[in-house]
């Protein structure tokens, strides 16, 4: 059984949106705080975005500060990235995963791994 189910990934043109959701199985979001990663081919993985487990703080990386917001949705126990505007350097396979304190980059605390959902942004 998979510990996260994501999905909305996809290929769209310069300028498109998407909307990434992500579904854990046998635990609840509110005691995480979640994070949103993602990884282009050859390069590492970098963070993109969190939100806090505390008052639902949010974080973004600069690069897509006013084109992505996350969100958290207790009721259905699922968060989303709803990305517009995308650009060819948002394009990379997107994982959501958890950390069980703060909001934070570091990657090596973050556990519960999706199963990774592709974005395309092509010209």
């Known amino acids: 059984q998979l510990e996260f189910v994501e999905s909305g990934g996809g290929s769209v043109q310069p300028g498109g949106s998407l909307r990434l959701s992500c579904s854990p199985n046998?635990?609840?979001?509110?005691?995480?705080?979640m994070g949103w990663w993602r990884q282009a081919p050859g390069k590492e993985v970098e963070g993109v975005s969190c939100?806090?487990?505390?008052?639902?703080?949010?974080y973004y990386r600069n690069s897509v500060k006013g084109r992505f917001t996350i969100s958290k949705d207790s009721q259905k126990n699922t968060e989303y990235l709803q990305m517009d505007s995308l650009k060819t350097e948002d394009s990379g396979i997107y994982y959501c995963?958890?950390?069980?304190?703060?909001?934070?980059?570091?990657?090596?605390?973050?556990?519960?791994w999706g199963q990774g959902t592709q974005v395309t942004d092509y010209e």
């Open positions: 995963a958890v950390v069980d304190r703060g909001c934070n980059e570091r990657m090596e605390e973050y556990g519960c």
């Open positions: 046998g635990f609840h979001l509110g005691a995480y705080s």
């Open positions: 939100i806090n487990n505390i008052n639902d703080g949010t």
